[in-house]
């Protein structure tokens, strides 16, 4: 107690220099606990933000995908599985297939585990012969996509035709000026119209859609079909050395053509939106890295100068107090103190201004970091509150030391025959 009374007798006495002591070690923890827990809140509220901007940027690039995905579907259909028999030198020539094969051949691809391609249709197409209005035309024969059983249905690239209704290509309504909603006759039956096509510059334009059931009926081929479509997926192994290898072990009395035009302009635009998202992405991860190095680079170079100054001020102040108490020292030795209680003396001075500055500089940091950004994250940290009142204390004791050593060896006799 005699020690610490005198530690606070001389805080009253010399108060300019106990507190410019503690603004110091204030001015150090101050800077060290604000930049700290800015760092820290980055990974928070800043991470969060950086977070959100690259989800949205993500989402963004998603539906620019997903844009693409829909416009190449519009292309139709790229891969077609023929029956093994059928002359494809005979089928580019005559516009249709001749060999057919049963409709049950789409059932046991879709049922299957291929890959590579998706959206399974099986369709029925023969150039024939329009009797009511002496035309020939082609007849396509579709129904609906054959689900894959891999959750939700798929939006399909062909609409299905509906029994009892029809859909007409360009030419053909152009021609003889039909409409949709209007009732046609074809090959003895009635149909409504469900469609008109524009005009596509295909052989579609003189082709006439029905339900696949009907087309068989009225070609005398049921439950045949001429082909099986597809859309070959973006995946691996979906190149067509890929996909004809895989429907060859799933159908092997089958054969596979592409449209090569169109797989690869699909290919080359799904990469594309693939590769743009990626880059879109990464570029928003790169700023907030590159946002974070900065602040802690920013830390690394200001803090440590911030706190060594404001040390080397500490032990400055120390050395003054020692030379301003030089006849103090020395009556104190005269009285009886030993070199370790004047050692004592000055080392807790030194502590407690340390732990007043660690104290006034943590709560000063924090609430000027908490005024300049009022958002409500919590700024305080155990941690860094702990290091702060541990460490700030330890190191004043440090810088204190010389000084409060040369304190306890002065020859008391030297000193007061000086004074």
Same mark, same amino acid.
């Given at each position: 107690?005699?020690?610490?009374? +005198? ?113 399974? +249709? ?209 009556? +104190? ?56 009142? +541990? ?29």
């Amino acid at each position: 107690m005699r020690i610490l009374g +005198l530690v606070l007798r001389e805080i009253r006495f010399r108060r300019l220099s106990f507190a410019l002591g503690v603004l110091s070690v204030a001015v150090a923890v101050g800077c060290l606990a604000a930049e700290l827990a800015h760092l820290g809140r980055y990974g928070a509220a800043r991470q969060a933000q950086i977070d959100a901007k690259i989800d949205a940027t993500e989402a963004a690039m998603r539906r620019l995908e997903d844009d693409y995905r829909v416009i190449t579907k519009r292309m139709g259909f790229n891969v077609q599985i023929f029956p093994r028999g059928q002359s494809l030198a005979e089928l580019h020539a005559a516009g249709h297939g001749t060999v057919f094969m049963p409709e049950e051949r789409a059932e046991t691809l879709a049922r299957s585990r291929a890959v590579s391609v998706q959206h399974i +249709l099986p369709v029925l197409q023969q150039k024939t012969a329009w009797p009511e209005r002496e035309r020939t035309v082609i007849l396509i024969g579709t129904r609906a996509e054959i689900p894959r059983g891999e959750g939700a249905a798929k939006q399909p690239v062909l609409d299905p035709v509906p029994a009892g209704a029809a859909v007409l290509g360009w030419c053909l309504h152009r021609d003889f000026g039909i409409a949709r909603g209007d009732r046609i006759a074809f090959r003895g039956r009635e149909f409504t119209v469900a469609a008109c096509h524009e005009e596509r510059g295909t052989a579609d334009d003189i082709s006439l859609w029905v339900n696949l059931a009907e087309a068989q009926e009225m070609l005398g081929l049921p439950g045949k079909i001429s082909a099986i479509l597809a859309l070959s997926c973006q995946c691996e192994g979906a190149a067509i050395e890929g996909i004809r290898a895989e429907i060859a072990a799933i159908l092997p009395d089958t054969q596979v053509i592409e449209y090569a035009f169109q797989a690869e302009a699909r290919r080359e635009a799904r990469t594309r939106a693939a590769r743009a998202r990626s880059d879109a992405v990464g570029g928003e991860e790169s700023f907030a890295e590159e946002s974070r190095r900065t602040w802690e680079e920013f830390a690394a170079a200001l803090v440590p100068v911030v706190a060594a100054a404001c040390f080397v001020w500490i032990g400055v102040l120390a050395l003054l107090n020692v030379r301003e108490r030089r006849s103090e020292i020395g009556i +104190l030795r005269a009285l009886g103190l030993h070199a370790r209680d004047i050692l004592a003396i000055f080392l807790a001075r030194a502590g407690l201004v340390g732990a007043a500055g660690a104290l006034l500089g943590y709560a000063g940091g924090i609430a000027a970091l908490r005024a300049a950004s009022p958002d409500g994250v919590p700024f305080f940290s155990a941690g860094i509150f702990a290091a702060a009142m +541990l460490g700030a204390p330890a190191l004043a004791m440090v810088v204190s030391w010389l000084p409060a050593l040369m304190a306890a060896r002065q020859d008391p006799a030297a000193v007061l025959r000086e004074e």
